[in-house]
């Protein structure tokens, strides 16, 4: 039997949980406010997303980390936190090769990613997988969004929120590890996103950091995601949600693969004024979440938990 772990919350957001304006709604955003502001992690239930969608996901990326080293370089970007990264140590496989592709929700943005691929055929079934796959979890995104406003009672602000979301979708791919190895294949570290969904193949790897320091082994049950919050939750929430610390350890016979939607906006990010007064004061200035993504990376402030307060606190 896969181990269990009981200490981390799960919320079920079967259909009838997550339709807005019912009592079952209500609760469920009660449950993910409490999650988040105790945890800064849940793992969510949600059967929207088949597991013909996700497995085809999985193996498009399969294919294109199977492609030679000289092709896969190619998938670069302006930015620096896009495109492939992934560089052998030690004279070994890289433990973790990484694929960010910005955008993931628009064909143009996907096809920069699946020109890779010579035969047009490959291309055209790779964009529709990929689209298919990011537009359903960006949709999961955008539920959990609206129950945290509804938990906060600032619904209202909901629908400008959501005309700002941006999103990345990021491919780890961690190579199988010899016996005894035991690899720290990601450092203890918070997502510089809004929040983060994460989902992968069968390989478990996923550690969270709870208060009393001691790091949980996530398993993921069956058609479930893990969501994280990030920096942008911490500013937004004027410090009510805090990120979690999370890091990958491989110890496994088998590659894993994980994908995380990251949640971004293209604006600044400000609280809410009805999140703030005298019990509550403003915690951080308002910044342009794209600027703090680039800083965590060019300024190397990835490690840094309390970067927000470095860079923008009040
Ligand atoms: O592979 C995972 O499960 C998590 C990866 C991660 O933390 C990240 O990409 O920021
Ligand atoms: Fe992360």
Redo the contacts with the bound molecule.
């Keep these: 039997m896969a181990p269990q772990t009981p200490s981390l919350p799960r919320i079920d957001f079967s259909s009838e949980n997550s339709e807005p304006g019912t009592s079952s709604w209500l609760s469920t955003s009660k449950q993910v406010k409490d999650a988040l502001e105790n945890h800064g992690f849940f793992l969510v239930t949600y059967d929207k997303i088949s597991s013909e969608v996700k497995n085809a996901f999985i193996l498009a990326m399969k294919e294109f980390h199977d492609l030679p080293e000289e092709q896969k370089s190619r998938f670069t970007s302006d930015k620096p936190y896009l495109g492939y990264f992934g560089q052998a140590r030690d004279g070994k496989p890289p433990i973790l090769e990484?694929t960010a592709i910005g955008d993931p929700t628009s064909i143009q943005a996907v096809e920069g990613f699946t020109n890779l691929f010579r035969s047009s055929g490959k291309k055209d079934h790779l964009r529709e997988i990929i689209l298919s796959y990011t537009k359903q979890v960006a949709e999961l995104h955008e539920l959990i969004l609206k129950m945290v406003l509804e938990g906060y009672g600032v619904e209202k602000y909901y629908e400008s929120l959501k005309e700002s979301l941006a999103y990345i979708c990021?491919v780890?791919k961690?190579r199988a590890t010899e016996p005894n190895e035991r690899d720290v294949a990601?450092v203890p570290?918070t997502?510089s996103s809004f929040m983060?969904i994460?989902d992968?193949n069968e390989v478990n790897?996923?550690e969270v950091k709870s208060k009393d320091g001691s790091w949980v082994p996530v398993d993921f049950p069956p058609s479930s995601f893990?969501l994280?919050a990030g920096d942008g939750l911490l500013a937004w929430s004027n410090g009510r949600i805090r990120p979690k610390v999370?890091?990958?350890i491989m110890a496994a016979e088998e590659p894993?693969y994980?994908i995380?939607l990251f949640c971004y906006t293209h604006g600044i990010v400000e609280a809410p004024k009805d999140l703030v007064d005298e019990q509550h004061p403003l915690l951080f200035k308002p910044f342009n979440h794209f600027e703090l993504v680039s800083l965590t990376q060019t300024k190397k402030l990835y490690l840094i938990e309390d970067r927000l307060k470095v860079l923008y606190g009040v």
């Design positions: 990484l990021r780890n961690y990601v570290h997502d983060t994460l992968q790897g996923l893990a994280v999370h890091r990958v894993r994980s995380g």
